[in-house]
């Protein structure tokens, strides 16, 4: 559009953009009363994962500096990720990555995110961390996330781990 437009032109786009703007607004004001009516429900982020298809297999842990780790805080508290992520640094584990994420629910310890490879070595950070939940996921690396909720207590003590081969702890199935 440029002034050269007739002012019917000119008053066209306005009102095309006028109605195009309320039922943009009209849209997103229907769609978040029908999520707080429960209407149309939304999952914003998991909490901790009910796998119904846990691995059965018994799995040999690893030695911890073949666990490659992504430690993320899903609650409020500053520093949690970092302070467990120097924890498992401690105990031989390779910390590739922290930060934070998102989950709807933090009431629960903690989830180790991994795929097909890596069950083996979620089995050896499990060992570390009894109160974890694996989550399986489609990745194909070895390497696995740990995402820590609001009932985090820090790993066993080193004393207290023996890597012995055993299943894996899949939240709703074990």
Known sequence: MSPADP??????????VAVSSGLVLAAVTLGSWLMIDGTLSVE???GVPHTEDCPEDVLAPVVPERVRISVY????????????ADDLRDRG??????GNEYVADT???SIIRAGGRGLRQARTLQQHLPAAVVDLDGRSSFGVDLVLGS?????ETEADVEPT???LSCGGAS
């Open 7 to 16: 002012p019917e032109t000119r008053s066209r786009s306005r009102l095309l």
């Open 44 to 46: 914003l982020g998991g």
């Open 73 to 84: 805080n899903a609650t409020n508290e500053s520093g949690l990720a970092g302070e467990a």
């Open 93 to 98: 584990f390779r910390v590739t990555d922290v």
């Open 107 to 109: 009431e629960f310890d």
């Open 151 to 155: 009932e985090y207590d820090g790993p």
């Open 165 to 167: 081969p055993g299943r």
